[in-house]
């Protein structure tokens, strides 16, 4: 009689909204009542039935629903997404620009002011929230409820297929054998219903009994079903749901899904390329991370190799080119050899004529160790006014770097500044101590390498030359732009949250693009003391393989590119590249901004 009655109860509520008596009631509504009419075996009262008919009935329900559906379909349209989804993190920053300056006027201190309150702060708060799409309800965990010990709780999903993945990956289960629920993907529709976990055992889909079958034979069912996909599963023990993480990552790598013969879901694979940030939300499985595309509209996150699975790749692909050693020192090869392969800089390359080449006096190859860069922890640093991050510019000896320091200093030289180096020779008629060099004496010297106070030193002639740290920080701190074109590898001791250089690499076009170039504006040779001469065949063929070297072994430091082929073009570049420094917020590693 009571099974009688509430069947009857809800032949009641779904006539009423069959007739139209509720206007425009929501489909979804209609489904719930449908699918609890269907079932039969709710452990419910009449009580709990007329509490459910009037809930469903309700009009804030229905107005709820209706929200719901606007901000989801404003969400998945073009015309309406947030720039930036961090203002209450920029807020912050000017809040503490303005504390740090020393005079504040009255504009500046009504924005301080107008900051700090907290209708303004609320409202900063809610645009983040909307903008990382933080609204959905987080319902609390369902109480554990006395059931027979043979009976399996089942829960029964709906999704509506669409040209969205449903943002999950199953697997076979090694212990039981059957399907099971392998991850959710952040920001997908079975992440966004909350009702799917991992672990979750699969039992059936759209009515079809998947025992026995594999994770593929479970694909081609859902390939194959249009619609609403029902899927019916027995709850994971325990639902531990990850909360998105924050961690940007630059990536030092190129990566694409389609290619990778590894990847448990090509389909939900993100492909990316070198030097773009990615927005890692979830680092719990060891070897897949899943991520988003910075400043991507789509907020489905896709699988990307763990930098714990891309150093293991990397590692045996050297070691598999290493055991054919045929190929040492070939150009073609030079992306993927170790450096113990490499010719080195400048001993074993073939050795300049008479120009001197600063570089670290104890350069071995433990100082020159490749990293194995794929991915770095960044975050964005704001320019601050009177601060300047240093420019240096990385290249091989002959390359253009000089000229280019030069032009560019030239443009205004109350601001460009590089340091006067260090040397112990004796000084010369005519020369002004800290002039062209700042004259000490060698014991002196060695003592401050020792101390590690220089960038980079070197000797030529018996004589050691060199450029202080200290000089390079007086001029960030006069409010200068200090520019400096040092030997590579000094960038390990540049590159260093104390100074945060801005790293740009100027790199020589093709060998025939860079012959003609050179011998068309009748350049001179830089490796000649005299400058007296044009360029060899020889030295051509050095810069070529110098700017490979640098660049298979400090890729992942750089900023920023210029090929150097035409050099009106390569300072238009350089005086662009200046300029964004000092007004643009720009990635750099998370321990700089810490």
């Known amino acids: 009689m009571v099974r009688e009655n509430k069947y009857s109860c809800f032949r009641m509520i779904s006539e009423v909204m069959a007739n139209g008596t509720k206007e425009k009631w929501d489909p979804a509504l209609t489904r719930l009542l449908t699918s609890l009419q269907q079932a039969s075996n709710l452990p419910s009262t009449e009580e709990e039935l007329g509490f459910l008919s009037d809930l469903l009935q309700s009009k804030e329900l229905h107005a709820l629903f209706i929200v719901h559906h606007k901000v989801i379909s404003n969400g998945a349209s073009d015309k309406f997404f947030p720039m930036l989804s961090t203002s209450m993190d920029v807020m912050a920053d000017v809040l503490e620009e303005l504390v740090n300056r020393p005079y504040m006027s009255d504009d500046c201190k009504e924005l301080f002011y107008l900051l700090q309150k907290p209708h303004v702060q609320g409202l900063l708060c809610a645009h983040d929230s909307v903008a990382?799409?933080?609204y959905y309800p987080h319902l609390p965990e369902i109480p554990p409820q006395d059931v027979d010990e043979d009976e399996e709780t089942i829960k029964i999903v709906q999704l509506v297929k669409s040209n969205e993945p449903l943002g999950a990956t199953i697997k076979t289960d090694e212990a039981t054998g059957k399907i099971v629920i392998a991850r959710v993907m952040h920001g997908g529709a079975a992440d966004r219903s909350g009702l799917i976990h991992v672990g979750d055992e699969v039992v059936e889909v759209n009515n079809m009994n998947v025992e026995g079958k594999t994770p593929n034979d479970v694909l081609k069912i859902l390939q194959n079903s249009e619609g609403t996909i029902t899927f019916k599963l027995v709850p994971a023990d325990g639902k531990a749901s990850s909360r998105e993480s924050k961690v940007r990552v630059r990536a030092h790598f190129n990566y694409e899904a389609a290619t990778d013969p590894y990847i448990p879901c090509k389909e939900a694979g993100l492909d990316f390329s070198?030097?773009?940030?990615?927005?890692?939300?979830?680092?719990?499985?060891?070897?897949?991370?899943?991520?988003?595309?910075?400043?991507?509209?789509?907020?489905?996150?896709?699988l990307i190799p763990s930098r714990a699975l891309q150093e293991r790749r990397i590692i045996y692909e050297r070691t598999q080119l290493k055991d054919g050693e045929d190929r040492l020192c070939s150009v073609s090869a030079?992306?993927?050899?170790?450096?113990?392969?490499?010719?080195?800089s400048p001993r074993c390359a073939s050795k300049p004529k008479t120009k001197k080449i600063m570089y670290d006096t104890a350069e071995n190859d433990d100082f020159d160790r490749e990293q194995i860069a794929t991915y770095e922890e960044v975050a964005k640093l704001y320019p601050r006014p009177g601060i300047y991050r240093p420019i240096v510019l990385i290249g091989a000896p002959g390359v253009g770097?000089?000229?280019?320091?030069?032009?560019?200093?030239?443009?205004?030289?109350?601001?460009?500044?590089?340091?006067?180096?260090?040397t112990s020779r004796a000084?010369?008629?005519?020369?002004?101590?800290?002039?062209?060099?700042?004259?000490?004496?060698?014991?002196?010297?060695?003592?401050?390498?020792?101390?590690?106070?220089?960038?980079?030193?070197?000797?030529?002639?018996?004589?050691?030359?060199?450029?202080?740290?200290?000089?390079?920080?007086?001029?960030?701190?006069a409010g200068k732009v200090c520019i400096l074109n040092p030997h590579y590898q000094a960038l390990k001791?540049?590159?260093?949250?104390?100074l945060k250089p801005y790293i740009i690499y100027i790199k020589p076009p093709s060998l025939e693009v860079l012959k003609d170039t050179r011998n068309a504006n009748h350049a001179r040779s830089t490796f000649d003391v005299n400058n007296s001469r044009g360029f060899t065949d020889e030295e051509f063929n050095d810069i070529i393989k110098s700017s490979a070297r640098i660049e298979f072994l400090y890729d992942h430091f750089f900023d920023e590119t210029i090929v150097n082929a035409d050099l009106a073009v390569a300072f238009s570049q350089l005086l662009t590249a200046a300029n964004r420094v000092e007004t643009e917020p720009l990635w750099v590693p998370a321990s700089w901004v810490q």
């Open 132 to 134: 990382q799409k933080d």
């Open 274 to 302: 070198k030097g773009d940030v990615l927005h890692i939300v979830s680092q719990d499985d060891a070897y897949w991370w899943q991520a988003r595309r910075e400043g991507d509209r789509n907020m489905r996150a896709g």
């Open 334 to 344: 030079l992306p993927v050899l170790t450096c113990s392969q490499f010719p080195k």
């Open 401 to 422: 770097r000089n000229e280019l320091k030069r032009r560019l200093i030239d443009t205004d030289p109350d601001k460009y500044k590089t340091p006067t180096p260090y």
């Open 427 to 477: 000084m010369k008629p005519g020369e002004v101590d800290g002039k062209e060099y700042f004259f000490v004496t060698r014991e002196q010297m060695e003592e401050d390498i020792e101390a590690t106070k220089f960038i980079e030193f070197g000797e030529y002639k018996g004589n050691l030359y060199g450029t202080s740290a200290e000089s390079v920080k007086a001029i960030v701190n």
């Open 493 to 498: 001791m540049l590159r260093t949250p104390q």
